[in-house]
């Protein structure tokens, strides 16, 4: 496992560690530089800093912006910026309340729809998260006895149902992130929505125009690619003068992932990207 893990999730989106557990995770993990980048949520950052002010681990204020436009879904990384700048708050709270408002329709379509219903103690709970989201709702399928994982729930019943609310395109995500002093980064490119890859013609297309809009960086290690499909990002990196980072993407128990299990490890070589990027947010090695 590398040193080095910048994707992780806490109980503020859809993990399953309280940031306390999570440093511990950390920590036991031998990972040395991290951040938390919970879905469109920015709580964990100031709890982070409190937590490792005085520990010998180097922590990152991170966030992960999910956005759509007319050619797709992507996941835009925000590293370094200010938790308390006006830009990256507003755009969290826009994004909180649609994600309220798809949770809302999605329980009352499963009791439309399907004739499932949940006790209102645990409708009550479901909304007491902080960001309730699909996992949520699929562990209560499964605990009704509607699926026999969450997977399988969310496969059979929610990804089934066409929501549609204002949606963040990726460039007003790159916005916010700059105009908070921060870093985007473009998270896991390979994957587009759900299992669909991006072809190289379309990731050079993406790439083009995200840049244009300000993008720094890619997530060119990642726990889910191949050696091949890691070797293909760092080689984007090159060419479009990107930033590098390495991310888990670490959820817990709500994911068979592993704190730190990035492709990165002790024996790789650090891209010039990565190094870039280490010395813009101020870490020196």
């Known amino acids: 496992m590398g040193f080095i893990d910048l994707h992780m999730h806490s109980i503020f989106s859809d993990g399953t560690d309280t940031p306390e557990e999570l440093l511990g995770t950390v920590r036991n993990a031998g990972i040395k530089i991290f951040s938390v980048t919970d879905h469109d949520e920015i709580k964990s950052c100031r709890i982070m800093k409190e937590l490792t002010s005085k520990e010998d681990i180097t922590y990152i204020t991170g966030v992960e912006f999910?956005?759509?436009?007319?050619?797709?879904?992507?996941?835009?990384?925000?590293?370094?910026?200010?938790?308390?700048?006006?830009?990256?708050?507003a755009l969290t709270e826009e994004?909180?309340?649609?994600?309220?408002?798809?949770?809302?329709?999605?329980?009352?379509?499963?009791?439309?729809?399907?004739?499932?219903?949940?006790?209102?103690?645990?409708?009550?709970?479901l909304f007491s998260l902080d960001n309730p989201g699909k996992p949520h709702i699929g562990n209560l399928l499964v605990r009704y006895g509607h699926a026999k994982t969450r997977n399988e729930?969310?496969?059979?019943?929610?990804?089934?149902?066409?929501?549609?609310?204002?949606?963040?395109?990726?460039?007003?995500?790159?916005?916010?992130?700059?105009?908070?002093?921060?870093?985007?980064?473009?998270?896991?490119p390979v994957f587009g929505s759900g299992d669909e890859t991006i072809s190289e013609d379309l990731?050079?297309?993406?790439?083009?125009?995200?840049?244009?809009?300000?993008?720094?960086?890619?997530?060119?290690?990642?726990?889910?690619?191949?050696?091949?499909?890691?070797?293909?990002?760092?080689s984007f990196a090159d060419r479009f003068d990107l930033f590098v980072t390495a991310g888990s993407d670490y959820h817990g128990s709500n994911k068979t992932v592993s704190p730190g299990d990035t492709g990165f490890g002790a024996d790789t070589e650090m891209p010039a990207?990565?190094?870039?990027?280490?010395?813009?947010?101020?870490?020196?090695?």
Do not use: Q, W
Request: glycine share 10%; proline share 2%.
């Open 273 to 285: 990207g990565m190094k870039s990027f280490l010395r813009a947010v101020g870490i020196t090695f």
């Open 95 to 125: 994004a909180h309340n649609a994600r309220i408002k798809k949770v809302r329709m999605r329980i009352e379509r499963l009791r439309d729809e399907y004739g499932i219903e949940f006790s209102s103690s645990d409708i009550d709970k």
């Open 203 to 234: 990731m050079e297309a993406r790439l083009l125009k995200l840049k244009g809009h300000g993008l720094l960086g890619i997530e060119a290690f990642y726990s889910g690619f191949t050696s091949e499909e890691r070797s293909e990002m760092l």
């Open 153 to 188: 729930a969310i496969e059979h019943y929610l990804n089934r149902m066409k929501i549609s609310l204002g949606r963040i395109e990726p460039e007003r995500a790159i916005k916010a992130i700059l105009d908070s002093g921060g870093i985007p980064v473009l998270a896991h």
């Open 66 to 89: 999910s956005c759509k436009d007319d050619e797709g879904k992507y996941h835009i990384l925000g590293y370094d910026f200010d938790p308390s700048a006006g830009a990256v708050n």
